[in-house]
């Protein structure tokens, strides 16, 4: 059995046992055992492992008929790749003949030194590269406008890539010759774009037809579009993204998603065992929180950390503005078809707007709070809040004929459509009070009413002064500290550059764990809300009820899990405080 492991160094052995073989700088092998098999330890950089693996086994192919790979990685025998790889048996010892296949003897090799890169600990990424290719294959997951935004974003990274797929749940409209919206819509928009010599996207983009999916389950088509090694851009309604980030490891692949990452409790434990199996494959992750890539954000909390304003005492977080969209529903529109439309006002779909926005402040107060641990959290939450504006006026809303005369309803809808101004179950405001185990607090505010004021910041209080984003002032509000550094370039797009650099020099990057404590930090504070009671942190991940339904929404003829009134609009389905069982 020949023993050839990879590592990271600049030395190359092999060692059979009987005989010894040098090649290149050769050093000293470690030869061990596991289960009777002998292997040796063999340090080798990744950007030779393909060359020097092809080289190695051309030239003992003379003397081992049968060869496998063996992989070390730290602990005797981590993994295995093991395949035989027949070649004639010269038992004189001669060189291999010259009627054997050196072509296919590369083809072979190069799958065997695939594998047993893959189990020695290199990317997979990696080990596609040491093969002499690195083009990075890129699929869009949603074609809305954070993932029209997205696949923009990734293009001005400059690397060798290429968009070559695109899924969305809708297929887009038809108008005037031309595709808007859905599937087809983004992939028109990254087409043209990509036609234009000034663009990022430009000669960037291979997407023919049969590479554009609509459907609820054709994120897995444009998946399966892409190899191990290549990377998606998820940018679909927060409740489908456990599954699609699930699928998308499982089938190897790296990841930049939007956030929240989930809506739910269940959502939560799902996610967290797919950054497991992410650090277990080595895949990069990066999650849409950009201001993890802001120096403001980085440097300030940096500095907060190595005790310049002393002990935090508390930090007060705001997402409040003015109304959100709501799209109008079409005449005889399918139920879940208008509920995935207008995925913010269902909490089954958005998480509400604590999660799907707010999110981003309670990441920096828990960053903040967390004191470097990316598991930290709150371990209770406190909480009120409520629908002030419903779908329409009362007076409005007692003309409005049985949703189940939906001729009837679809005529006074649209006529009536400019003063029906919300729509679904979502709250427009929270207040809540995150307590922590040291007892520091986060305040946190979240509003969604039209003529209210806008404030969206993050504001940190020590023992010894206070900061915002990039400051920081001692206790006689004298300033102590201000962010010189400039980032190269928006955050937006710096968060895609880390992950591309992650990937390509294989640098550990997994923002799973700190963006679900950020969005389990949500989904605590709306529970705390719905229900009108302190609720405990361990206790709602452990039995905290799940929103989204049991296994997957694949098909627009499925019943949605949430159905309308008699009039055709949601308030039963409105949590209520004193009422409400966030256990249920």
């Not at 790296?254 to 939560?268: Q, R, S, T, W």
Request: glycine letters at 10%; charged letters at 20%; proline letters at 4%.
């Amino acid at each position: 059995m020949l023993g050839f492991g990879g590592g990271f160094g600049d030395e190359v052995a092999l060692v059979e046992e009987g005989f010894e073989l040098r090649y290149e700088k050769f050093a000293a092998a470690k030869w061990g055992d596991s289960g009777g098999i002998k292997y040796v330890i063999v340090k080798m950089s990744w950007k030779t492992f393909y060359k020097t693996t092809t080289k190695l086994l051309y030239t003992l192919s003379a003397t081992l008929e049968n060869v496998s790979l063996a992989c070390y990685n730290g602990s005797p025998i981590m993994g295995w790749f093991s395949a035989p790889f027949h070649i004639p048996h010269n038992p004189k010892g001669n060189s291999m003949s010259k009627k054997s296949s050196r072509r296919q003897f590369l083809k072979t090799s190069s799958v065997l030194a695939t594998g047993a890169a893959l189990a020695g600990g290199l990317t997979i990424s990696q080990s596609a590269h040491a093969q002499g290719s690195d083009q990075i294959k890129v699929a869009l997951i949603g074609c809305g406008g954070r993932g029209s935004g997205a696949i923009r974003d990734r293009a001005q990274v400059g690397d060798n890539y290429k968009v070559v797929a695109v899924a969305d749940a809708f297929e887009g409209d038809l108008r005037d010759g031309v595709w808007r919206g859905g599937a087809r819509g983004g992939a028109h928009d990254i087409r043209r774009d990509s036609a234009n010599t000034e663009d990022n996207l430009h000669g960037k983009v291979d997407l023919p037809d049969d590479r554009v999916f609509a459907g609820l389950d054709s994120y897995k088509k444009a998946i399966d579009c892409l190899n191990p090694g290549d990377q998606v851009v998820i940018a679909t309604p927060p409740g489908f993204r456990p599954y699609h980030y699930r699928y998308a490891i499982e089938k190897g692949l790296h990841v930049f998603m939007e956030k929240p990452i989930f809506i739910d409790a269940p959502g939560f434990r799902h996610v967290m065992e797919t950054n497991k199996m992410a650090d277990d494959k080595n895949l990069k992750v990066v999650v849409g929180f950009q201001r993890r890539y802001q120096p403001e954000y980085y440097n300030w909390i940096k500095q907060i950390h190595a005790g310049s304003i002393g002990d935090v005492q508390y930090t007060r977080v705001f997402w409040n503005g003015g109304g959100i969209w709501c799209r109008s529903r079409t005449a005889g529109e399918s139920e879940l078809n208008f509920q995935v439309r207008n995925w913010y006002h269902f909490v089954w779909l958005c998480g509400d707007n604590i999660a799907e926005q707010h999110c981003h402040n309670l990441d920096i107060g828990n960053w903040i709070h967390g004191k470097g641990d990316r598991m930290a959290h709150p371990v209770e939450a406190n909480a009120q809040g409520g629908r002030t504006h419903k779908a329409g006026s009362d007076a409005l809303m007692r003309q409005a004929p049985p949703f189940s005369d939906r001729a009837a309803w679809d005529e006074w809808y649209w006529a009536n459509r400019q003063q029906l101004n919300r729509h679904g179950q979502a709250w427009d405001h929270f207040f809540v009070e995150f307590t922590y185990a040291d007892g520091s607090r986060m305040f946190s505010q979240c509003r969604h009413i039209q003529g209210t004021e806008n404030n969206i910041s993050e504001h940190a209080y020590g023992t010894n002064g206070s900061g915002t984003p990039g400051r920081l002032l001692n206790r006689n509000n004298e300033q102590i500290w201000n962010n010189r550094e400039r980032a190269p370039k928006g955050s937006m797009q710096w968060e895609h550059d880390k992950l591309v650099e992650a990937i390509r020099e294989g640098k550990p990057m997994n923002d799973g764990y700190h963006a679900a404590m950020s969005c389990m930090i949500a989904v605590l504070g709306r529970e705390a809300a719905f229900c009108g009671k302190v609720v405990k942190w361990d206790e709602l991940v452990e039995k905290g009820r799940s929103y989204f339904p049991n296994g997957e929404i694949t098909d627009f003829n499925q019943t949605a899990p949430v159905q309308p009134d008699a009039d055709g609009f949601y308030e039963s389905t409105v949590s209520v405080p004193g009422v409400y069982n966030p256990f249920a």
